[in-house]
C-alpha cells in the first residue's frame, strides 16, 4: 500500500532552518510528482511547494519562494523540503501528497512551529 512518511519538523527560531523529509513506498516513486503542503491552525491546508517526476521542474508558493526549496531522491524514495529563513507564519503541519490515478495520499504530517 501507498505510504508517505514524513519527518524533520521541530522548533526552531525566526530566522533558523529546517529540513524536512518524505520517504515513500508502495508506488513507483521515480515516475510521479510529488508535493508539499502545510495547515496551520484555523486554515486550510495549502501547497507550498510541488517537485515533477524527474526533479527538473518545480513550483512554490509566493510567500516561501527564495527561502524554500523542494528536492528529490529517486534513488531513496525520498522527497525533501529545504526551508531556511522561517518566520512565525510558517507554523503549521507540513505533508506530503501524491496523487497516483486520480487518488490522493498524505502522511501523517510533521509539526514546525518557529517561535523565539
Known amino acids: 500500500q501507498v505510504q508517505l512518511v514524513e519527518s524533520g519538523g521541530g522548533l526552531v527560531q525566526p530566522g533558523g532552518s529546517l529540513r524536512l523529509s518524505c520517504a515513500a513506498s508502495?508506488?513507483?516513486?521515480?515516475?510521479?510528482?510529488l508535493s508539499w503542503y502545510r495547515q496551520a491552525p484555523g486554515k486550510e491546508r495549502e501547497m507550498v511547494a510541488a517537485?515533477?517526476?524527474?526533479?527538473?521542474?518545480?513550483n512554490y508558493k509566493d510567500s516561501v519562494k527564495g527561502r524554500f526549496t523542494i528536492s528529490r531522491d529517486n534513488a531513496k524514495n525520498t522527497v525533501y523540503l529545504q526551508m531556511n529563513s522561517l518566520k512565525p507564519e510558517d507554523t503549521a503541519v507540513y505533508y506530503c501528497?501524491?496523487?497516483?490515478?486520480?487518488?490522493?495520499?498524505w502522511g501523517q504530517g510533521t509539526q514546525v512551529t518557529i517561535s523565539s
Open positions: 517537485i515533477s517526476a524527474s526533479g527538473y521542474s518545480s
Open positions: 501528497h501524491v496523487v497516483l490515478s486520480g487518488q490522493g495520499y
Open positions: 508502495g508506488f513507483t516513486f521515480r515516475t510521479y510528482g
